[in-house]
């Protein structure tokens, strides 16, 4: 058995597609005020000093405090389905379904949302380990559930799921340093589709 872990944005995607999300799911008032209260760390993270996994769930907090479950939901099912593919990497969906193809177990271990990744990975027949925002009484509370899943938490989620003795070979495959810790556990390593390290 063989085990195949795809990063999510720049890897399977050609755009950022949380960025994308934010913009598609968010009312123009929230939209108006997250520019105003996040703009100056937004300048922080463009000049390198705060990192995206610090940023990201602040700005999902803004985007997604107080929101309907329901509605949310149904919006994530509409990107999932209508927007996600338009950008989806040809040659990387093409390594995903060969993996498929050849019975690997395939996981999409992703720093973006539950949100949409679920209905995207459940009509892709594929595993998702990613950040999930929680829900308190039909509403999102704004806060993750278990943190930001990049950097050493990919890896440290994908072990905990998965035995990784239990395989043959993993194949992991990402596009920046978020994905070093998760393509350090794999036999075979892609950075933006280019053999990686000396797995």
Known sequence: MKLALFDFDGTLTRHDMYTRFILYSASPVRLVLGSIFLSPLYALYRLRIIPARKLRPLVSYCAFVGRDK?????????????????SIRPEMLAALKRHQAEGADVVLVSASLDLYLRPWCESMGITLICSEMSVKRGRYSGFYVSGDCS??????KVQTQFTLSDYAEVFAYGDTDEDLAMLAIADHAFMNGIKHGSN
């Open 151 to 156: 950097c050493e938490m990919k890896a440290t």
């Open 70 to 86: 329901a509605v949310i939901t149904t919006l994530g099912k509409q990107y999932a389905l209508n927007v996600i593919p338009l």
